[in-house]
């Protein structure tokens, strides 16, 4: 069986970007966003008060714009959302696992919510072999510089990338890579962006 899914990153609170998101989710097997839904830790709720019309199983990620504990809370009433942050989640066959968070910690100050590469490795521990991984951050060396030769990624996610060759990595936070696709390995790498990226796989 093929899926058709629905990529996403970096939102920041944008309510019409929220609102085409629905209107195209009808498309989709399943929606992905990996990470700032917010902006700033602030504008959470309304957002996902919008992307709560989707129907469709969604994958969620917090970014560095939202702790796990912020996006559950505004999840709660989401009965297709299943929010990721160092565990996993089949959907119709397809394992998703999930990794949150600025890694490595960003220069932003104490309201992103950041990881170390060492507690990056650790929540990643779990991490299934061939699954889609959906993190924040991008892995290091795959879109991941801003600017050009300044590598911004962590190498605890390329490490398990090349350890773990998931079937997907979806990404974000680096908003000049948005849009854009690489290859770690046979593994592509999508940085989804706030208009979207579209991927189908065979299950």
């Known amino acids: ?9 970096d939102l920041h609170g944008r309510l019409d970007i929220c ?8 498309q989709a097997d399943v929606v992905v ?3 700032d839904i917010g902006n700033l830790r602030l504008d959470l ?19 560095n714009s939202e702790s796990q504990e912020e996006l559950r809370e505004a999840c709660r009433n989401w009965k297709t959302a299943e929010v990721l942050h160092g565990g996993s989640a089949t959907i119709a066959g397809l394992t998703f696992f999930g990794l949150g ?7 932003f100050g104490d309201w992103s919510w950041d990881f170390s590469e060492q507690e990056a490795a650790s929540l990643l521990d779990g991490c299934p072999p061939g699954c889609v991984l959906v993190t924040h951050s991008p892995p290091w060396g ?3 510089d801003s600017p050009p030769g300044r590598h911004l990624g962590s190498r605890a996610i390329r490490a398990a990338v090349e350890r773990l060759a998931p079937r997907l990595v979806v990404c974000g936070h680096i908003h000049s890579r948005a849009g854009q696709r690489a290859l770690i390995g046979r593994t592509p790498v999508v940085n989804a962006g706030p208009h979207g990226a579209e991927m189908a796989l065979e299950t």
């Open 101 to 107: 968070g600025g890694i490595p910690t960003t220069p």
């Open 33 to 35: 966003i990996a990470g």
């Open 19 to 26: 609102t085409k998101i629905v209107q195209r989710a009808a």
């Open 1 to 9: 069986m093929k899926l058709e899914l629905h990529l996403y990153s």
């Open 45 to 63: 709720e309304a957002p996902i008060k919008l992307l709560s019309a989707i129907q469709k199983p969604v994958v969620l990620v917090p970014g």
């Open 142 to 144: 795959a879109l991941d």
